[in-house]
């Protein structure tokens, strides 16, 4: 059973269009929530850490929040250089390393 | 640039063979993580080691072994190489097990 659930697997938007991507998780004990950035054949780039439900933090035209079962990435105006995708990870219960979900391949035309 | 650095960038092989991929983590980084990316597949975990310890185990094949040295640097060996093991490895590092992970650029193998 996954851990982690991205949703939606790929998302085209008009630039400008603001939308937001999700992260869901099935187990308890959540230590941390992580958001990166992976171009294509590049390593993902660390974006937000969230440990706590309620958290927000913002980062240019991106915000993630944390609930207790899911977190959101939320994108404002995006541009076509937000193209990417975008995986979450997840750190549970006495793991030692990072989950990590299937991604989001964002495509945002001009 | 992450300060995660990985050597080689682009590495192509027989099957059959071996190679050793290598990964110098981020200065004052103790954890180094190993992962594999294929085309079709996510981010799987490979194996972790904090200050030279082997501390976790991912879906490594037996082919596969790793080590982290006394400098803190980390190799990654593959060997008996398949088709099927053509795929981006990463490495990262973090300051502690269970912080954020930061991650090279990855070593692209093709085993042909």
């Known amino acids: 059973e996954d851990q982690v659930t991205q949703s939606p697997e790929a998302l085209r938007l008009q630039e400008g269009e603001s939308s937001s991507l999700n992260c869901s998780y099935t187990?308890?004990?959540?230590?941390?929530l992580f958001w990166y950035r992976q171009d294509p054949g590049k390593g993902p780039e660390f974006l937000f850490t969230?440990?706590?439900a309620g958290e927000e933090k913002e980062k240019e035209r991106l915000k993630a929040t944390l609930t207790k079962k899911e977190s959101f990435l939320h994108i404002t105006a995006p541009k076509p250089e937000d193209s990417a995708t975008y995986l979450c990870?997840?750190?549970?219960?006495?793991?030692?390393?990072?989950?990590f979900g299937s991604g989001t391949q964002l495509t945002v035309l001009p | 640039d992450s300060g995660v650095t990985q050597t080689p960038k682009h590495l192509i092989t027989a099957t059959g063979q071996r190679v050793t991929l290598r990964c110098s983590p981020r200065?004052?980084?103790?954890?180094v993580y190993w992962y594999q990316q294929s085309l079709d597949q996510g981010l799987q975990f490979l194996i972790q080691?904090?200050?030279?310890?082997?501390?976790a185990k991912g879906n490594i094949l037996e082919r596969f072994s790793a080590q982290q040295f006394p400098d803190l640097h980390s190799e990654l060996n593959l060997s008996s190489l398949e088709l099927g093991d053509s795929a981006l490895y990463f490495c990262?590092?973090?300051?502690?097990?269970?912080?954020?992970?930061?991650f090279g650029e990855g070593s692209w193998l093709t085993v042909v």
């Open positions: 200065s004052g980084d103790l954890s």
């Open positions: 990870a997840v750190l549970l219960g006495s793991a030692r390393q990072l989950t």
């Open positions: 990262a590092s973090s300051v502690q097990e269970g912080n954020t992970i930061y």
């Open positions: 080691y904090y200050n030279g310890e082997e501390r």
């Open positions: 187990v308890s004990g959540l230590r941390g």
């Open positions: 969230l440990y706590s």
